[in-house]
């Protein structure tokens, strides 16, 4: 790896700048691995400000050598009585050359992910499929889309999501589902067969591809969108999905995962 300096004495060099959110003054700093950390919570947001202080890093030019399970601190004791993660770094590099830089970001990010896989199977904490796909995001090594994971959206921002995947570029959109082998349910629901029946007889017929999934997204947005009419011109919908909330939550039964695996293969897309 080329350097500029060599290597740096981060506690010299102000690395504690890097930091967003340490408490002040820390009370009881121990060690992540000597911590019984099955009385932690898994906590998004210690993780994703852990993955800012990284990505501050790197925003200041500085490289960790690399980051383990040894480095992870827990500091608690505010008068909060939350906790925040801190990262002790030891050595790190200024890099000069770009492909030295990503190539030493992508480690690092899979360095992130790991050390809070091994968290997780020291404390013997079983996560939810959403968790889990939550930390495997971390690789990405995007901040942004890891404070945008769909794993507390409400149901209103469910809804406005598949309104902006139709309202973006269509090829962006299908090209990202054609590589996450995303398709329609492998079951198809009454509720659905009656609409593609109810848009095959209208006057102008709507037919949809059952084999793009892409189709599919756009048949539940168009559903979202024109509910009331849906509704009024499929009386089983209305039978069976009080109201947009309930189509939503039949959308996740049909497809499990389906806000992560859509969310993975292409982020929040901008119309």
């Known amino acids: 790896m080329m350097a500029a300096k060599g290597k740096y004495d981060l506690e010299l060099e102000g690395y504690k700048d890097a930091f967003r959110r340490i408490p002040h003054p820390p009370v009881g700093v121990c060690k992540v691995k000597d911590l019984k950390v099955r ?26 050598k690399e980051i383990t399970l040894d480095d992870i601190f827990v500091c608690n004791g505010n008068e909060r009585g939350s906790f925040a993660i801190q990262i002790l770094v030891l050595e790190a ?9 990503e190539q030493r970001k992508k480690k690092l990010w899979i360095d992130v992910k790991t050390v809070f896989q091994e968290i997780c199977n020291e404390a013997q904490v079983c996560l939810s ?10 690789e990405n090594g995007d901040v942004n889309m890891l404070e ?15 309104l902006y ?35 095959k007889k209208k006057p102008k017929p709507i037919k949809y591809n ?14 979202v969108k024109h509910w009331a009419s849906y509704c009024n011109s499929v009386p089983y ?17 049909w497809t499990p995962g389906i806000w992560c695996t859509l969310y993975k293969a292409m982020g929040w897309p901008r119309p």
């Not at 499929?129 to 971390?138: K, R, T, V, W």
């Not at 309202?167 to 593609?196: E, R």
């Open 148 to 162: 945008g994971y769909p794993d507390t959206w409400s149901w209103n921002k469910k809804a406005c999501y598949l």
């Open 210 to 223: 059952m084999n793009d999934g892409y189709d599919y997204i756009k048949l539940c947005r168009h559903i």
């Open 93 to 101: 590099d200024r890099l000069v050359r770009k492909w030295d830089r």
């Open 237 to 253: 919908l209305q039978r069976s999905c009080a109201n947009v909330q309930d189509f939503l939550r039949k959308m996740e039964e």
């Open 39 to 64: 009385h932690i919570d898994y906590d998004g947001n210690a993780l994703s400000d852990t993955c800012q202080a990284l990505e501050h890093m790197f925003e200041m030019n500085l490289y960790p």
């Open 165 to 199: 995947i139709i309202a973006s570029d269509s090829s962006t959109v299908h090209q990202a589902l054609q590589k996450a082998k995303f398709q329609w349910p492998t079951q198809i629901n009454l509720i659905l067969k009656k609409v593609l029946e109810y848009n």
């Open 129 to 138: 499929s959403l968790a889990s796909g939550f930390i495997d995001c971390i």
